[in-house]
Structure formats: structure tokens, C-alpha cells
């Protein structure tokens, strides 16, 4: 009698479970379970599936019908496009602001800051690919500012999403720009900053905002407004500046 009661309640439970596709930036990968667990205390009935990758991938996904039902971007670029072009059923709203990090996993000297990527033993230099995302674009940005740019791209190793670049940046490169946020990653913690990375100079390039827009598809879905929402709770906002981000 009790299995048949568990089976009946489990049964229920899906049955009328609320549902929620979200596109990730990948930056946001090393954040995002913490942010779906906090979410899930108070919307327990919500399933949440995640992927993840390159903001300018998923956009290009979403505008061939891939069917998420929100897009957390690493700028506000591709958020304003889809709603533009009528395939938001919210505006589009900065979540976080992100940062860039010169990462190494051998120990370096950093206190020559960006001018580092001169040195003769820097060979290779991971970073996104900045034609799709946005934390790539402003890599080549900061390099260019620094005047540095033309010197070293023919060092370039280009990975497709952030994640990638920062796989690349620990078994490929020498030196890779990556987002500050996934050296909060319990993978990552035991770089430490000033020997393994530091954080780039924010003043040589345009301030990462990060955007999230409930899509189309998802109009009437009552847990894409509930996440919308609890993106911007001071619960959110205290996870995303443990993962590095400053708030919007």
C-alpha cells in the first residue's frame, strides 16, 4: 500500500511539474548550479534543464527554433537582437556584470600586467572566439587598447565558448584570457591570483553586461517569469559576486 502511495505521489509530482529550458552562457556554467538550487528551495516543482555554450551559438540556435524558454547571454548584444526581432516576451534585462582574467596554470610573474603576452616564452594564448562570445570580443578589445594586439595574434588558440578557452588555458596555452568567474570553480580554486592570474584592467575594455531575456515560446510558462525574476533577487546577486561578478 505504501509503494503505491510513493508511486502515486511520484507520478503526480511529475505529472504537474513545471518545466524550464534555459541557454547559458557558458560563463555562467560555474555559477549556474548554485543558482538553481537556491532557486528550486522556494520553486521545488520546477525542473530546470540547462545548456550550455557560447552566447552567440545559442542565439543562432534560438533563431533557428531551438526551444529554450530563456537565454542568459554573456552581453546584452544578443538579448536586444531577439527582441528586435519579436522573439522576447520580456525585455531584455542586465543580470551581472562580468570581468576578464589573464589566467597561466605554471606560476608567472604578472606585475608587467597585460604586457606579459610579450614575453618570449608565451607561446600560445587561449582565448573565446570573439566572433561568437562576447568575453572573446573583449579579449582582442583589451589587447588592442593595451596596443598589444598585432604583436601577438598570430598566438592565438581560439575556443568556442569560455569553457572551452579555459580548458584550453590549462592543458593547451601558456597564457589564456578567460572570465574571471570560473576561477571561483572548485576545479580552479587552487590557482591563486598573482602567481596563476589577475585580473585584467577593466578600463581597456567595454564593461561585460550580462543579459537575460524570457523567449517567446515561454509567454505563458509561469516559472521562466519566476526565474526572471529571482535572477535579479539579492539571493542571485549574492551568488553571482561569489563567482567574481560585480552587480548591474
Known sequence: MKKTVFLLLFIMTNLFAEKLNIAVAANVGYAINDLVTAF???????????????????????????????LMSANMKYPQSLYKTGQGASKPRVYAQGALALFSAK???????????KNKDIHRIAIANPKTAPYGKASVQALQNAKLYEAV?????????????????????????????????????AY????????????????????????????TNTAAKAFYDFISSTQAQKIFQRYGYTLP
Not at 202 to 216: F, M, N, S, V
Open 40 to 70: 528550486n528551495k522556494t520553486h521545488p516543482s520546477t525542473k530546470v534543464q540547462i545548456t550550455l555554450g557560447g552566447s552567440g551559438k545559442l542565439t543562432a540556435q534560438i533563431n533557428r527554433g531551438a526551444p529554450y524558454d530563456i
Open 107 to 117: 606560476v608567472r610573474d604578472f606585475s608587467q600586467g597585460i604586457n606579459i603576452v
Open 153 to 189: 595574434k598570430s598566438k592565438f588558440i581560439y575556443g568556442e565558448s569560455i569553457a572551452q578557452t579555459v580548458a584550453f588555458s590549462v592543458t593547451a596555452a601558456d597564457l589564456g584570457f578567460i572570465a574571471k568567474s570560473a576561477l571561483y570553480s572548485d576545479k580552479m580554486q
Open 192 to 219: 591563486k591570483e598573482n602567481k596563476n592570474w589577475i585580473a585584467l584592467d577593466t578600463k581597456l575594455y567595454t564593461p561585460i553586461k550580462q543579459g537575460i531575456i524570457i523567449l517567446k515560446r515561454a509567454k
